[in-house]
């Protein structure tokens, strides 16, 4: 992601979400995040995770391959009030991080993903093969964030 880089986070505190498998993690169009309210299929501000698993040996190769980067889909949820029971979680923990102020489609995302890894590799961290990939609505405007978890 060009706008900020991927960076170091340590989640302190889980973050909430309602399992919503229906959920489409790449969509297209205006509205996307403005469109959620609470009692009609998610909470006000449209706040949407994703978990993705990524491909064995491509999520350990400093040139993965974009085609085969991105493993299936895991989980999706909309944002809840904690606690939520038998909800999904972005748990605490150290996460590589990187953000942009838009909202990106299924290729950005996979390309950004993938200079996070080429950035934690570099760095001879740990990676996990899993992929948090979160929308929100922040400041007036939608953003994109993805978190890699890892261990030194």
Known sequence: MREEGARRLELLNPLFYIPAPELDPFPCGEGFLKSGRRGEGGPAGGERLFRFGINGAQGQSIEPDPALFLGPLEAA??????????GME??????LFAQERTLLGRSAVILAAIEMQKDGLWERLSLEGILYLRYLFED???????FRPYSL
Do not use: D
């Open 77 to 86: 949820g909309y944002a809840a009030p904690p606690p939520s029971p038998g």
């Open 90 to 95: 972005l748990p605490p923990g150290r996460y």
């Open 140 to 146: 007036g405007g939608e953003v994109t964030q993805l």
